[in-house]
Nanobody, 125 residues
Framework: VQLQAYGGGLVQAGGSLILSCAAS????????MGWFRQAPGKEREFVAA????????YYADSVKDRFSIFRDKTKNTVYLRMNSLEPEDTAVYYC???????????????????WGQGTLVTVSS
């Protein structure tokens, strides 16, 4: 699976962005698609995930009331809508794909088999 993430940029606190991740190379019916982020000096952390086949979604507690993950099957693309952005959301955001991932490990980066190149989101205060 090849993943191409885009949509990052500079936004003021309280603003919104939508990240996109286009997938190619495989059908995604057996995959979980996730978004992770990594801030400077910090470990990569889970943000959100969606089970492609049924649309079940999972969120980190820090974003669950502000971010929304969804997919467009016709475009083979997964999105991350980010509202009420905070300076603490500043990071490089990565999309990733995991094959046949169970819920218990859906938040663990090493679970994911494929990664996109990352897109930088900067939130100014």
């Amino acid at each position: 699976v090849q993943l191409q993430a885009y949509g990052g940029g500079l936004v003021q606190a309280g603003g919104s962005l939508i990240l996109s991740c286009a997938a190619s190379g495989r059908t995604l019916s057996s995959y979980v698609m996730g978004w992770f982020r990594q801030a400077p000096g910090k470990e990569r952390e889970f943000v959100a995930a969606v089970r492609w086949s049924v649309g079940s979604t999972y969120y980190a507690d820090s974003v669950k009331d502000r971010f929304s993950i969804f997919r467009d099957k016709t475009k083979n693309t997964v999105y991350l809508r980010m509202n009420s952005l905070e300076p603490e959301d500043t990071a490089v955001y990565y999309c990733a794909a995991a094959l046949q991932c169970i819920i218990g490990i859906i938040r663990i980066p090493s679970t994911y088999n494929y990664w996109g190149q990352g897109t930088l989101v900067t939130v100014s205060s």
